[in-house]
């Protein structure tokens, strides 16, 4: 099969993958947001991971629509017990059901759906919904970001006001210069969405604490990087998935020239 070809039957496939994310996202927000504020069964995975009925209704329904249609692909869910057999797989699945699901539990509006699909260690297709919010990002490698059907793009420029960054506190006060309180804008629950604020330009940078995780992070990073931003380790060093450890350091997301702005001051002042 030559280049040509190849390419095109490629296209063809992640052609017939966007579509069938887009209806599978919507359809599994559609049941996240069916069991919003309602009574349900929750525990506590790990050290202080909450886990909701909603949470595995929501991955059971990703599951059985994604891999039915796509059985050659891996799958990595926050969810699911790790199969590591994805990591030899061309394409993998990176789900979070509900990502968010501590605000989701608590009533709040901001927890999303977050599905990424890979090739090789990066996204090239990405949806992040927002059903209580009726907000939904789409993003295909090369075809840029859309939210709700409608172009998005991160802001411009390189100056820093705090009150359009989120992230932890102590980490966005390093760059702060001279005295005085900075303000943040207000917590976002979901890590995506707060990620997905910097694409759709309402926050110009958005920070993440270590040990976040593939499933926090694939399908906000595309979203970001089609929407003229960029989304790294504070190094500048780019995100890889479907990696056998799937944690990840300190992050940033701004718009291009704010990203490089931010990277710059925290190669010349580097955490301890």
């Known amino acids: 099969m030559g280049d040509v070809e190849t390419q095109e039957t490629r296209g063809r496939i992640l052609r017939r993958d966007a579509t069938l994310l887009k209806h599978t996202v919507r359809e599994a927000g559609a049941l996240a947001l069916s069991m919003f504020r309602t009574e349900l069964k929750k525990w506590t995975k790990g050290a202080s991971s909450p886990v909701s009925e909603a949470d595995i209704a929501v991955n059971d329904l990703l599951e059985e629509k994604l891999r039915s249609a796509t059985p050659d692909y891996g799958w990595l869910s926050e969810e699911s017990a790790d199969d590591e057999t994805r990591l030899c797989k061309d394409f993998v699945w990176i789900v979070d059901p509900i990502d968010g699901t501590r605000g989701y539990i608590a009533g709040h509006d901001d927890w999303c759906v977050s599905v990424a699909l890979i090739a090789g260690a990066s996204p090239v297709l990405a949806a992040v919904f927002a059903p209580a919010l009726d907000q939904f990002f789409f993003a295909a490698r090369g075809q840029g970001t859309a939210l709700n059907d409608r172009p998005v793009r991160a802001t411009t420029g390189t ?26 804008h207000p917590r976002i629950g979901s890590l995506a969405l707060r990620l997905c604020r910097v694409a759709e330009g309402s926050l110009d940078a958005a920070f993440a604490g270590g040990q976040s995780r593939d499933w926090d992070l694939a399908a906000a990073d595309l979203i970001v990087q089609e929407a003229d931003g960029n989304m790294t380790a504070l190094t500048g060093d780019p995100i890889l998935y479907n990696r056998r450890d799937v944690a990840h350091g300190v992050l940033v997301a701004a718009g291009r020239d704010r990203h490089a702005s931010i990277v710059s001051h925290f190669r010349t002042r580097p955490l301890r």
């Open 159 to 184: 100056a820093l006001e705090f009150s359009r960054m989120a992230g932890p506190k102590p980490l966005v006060e390093r760059l702060k210069q001279g005295p005085g309180e900075i303000r943040l």
